[in-house]
């Protein structure tokens, strides 16, 4: 079963940037499942930020904002890949 770990809250088209609430911890480097309705895809976490600021992992409750390789609508959730 998956688990998702975030929500995505907002997303900025010009950028390519989704902003995703976590429920648990992310690293740079992660596999993450992105499944927005019937679409999804693959991709690791390659750029993610707090607050406007680089870095390296995150927490549970953290808002972070992360580079996506498709468009990611509100409601759509992150699952870690094992």
Not at 6 to 19: P, R, W
Not at 31 to 51: A, P
Request: charged fraction near 35%; glycine fraction near 8%; hydrophobic fraction near 35%.
């Amino acid at each position: 079963m998956e688990t998702p770990i975030g929500k995505v809250t907002h997303y900025y088209g010009k950028v390519g940037v989704a902003v995703v609430k976590l429920t648990a911890p992310l690293r740079l480097g992660d596999r993450v499942k992105i499944k927005d309705g019937d679409r999804e895809w693959s991709q690791e976490i390659t750029s993610m930020q707090v607050d406007y600021k680089p870095v390296e992992h995150a927490n549970a409750g953290d808002e972070i904002a992360i580079k996506t390789d498709d468009k990611a609508r509100e409601g759509a959730l992150l699952i870690v890949e094992k």
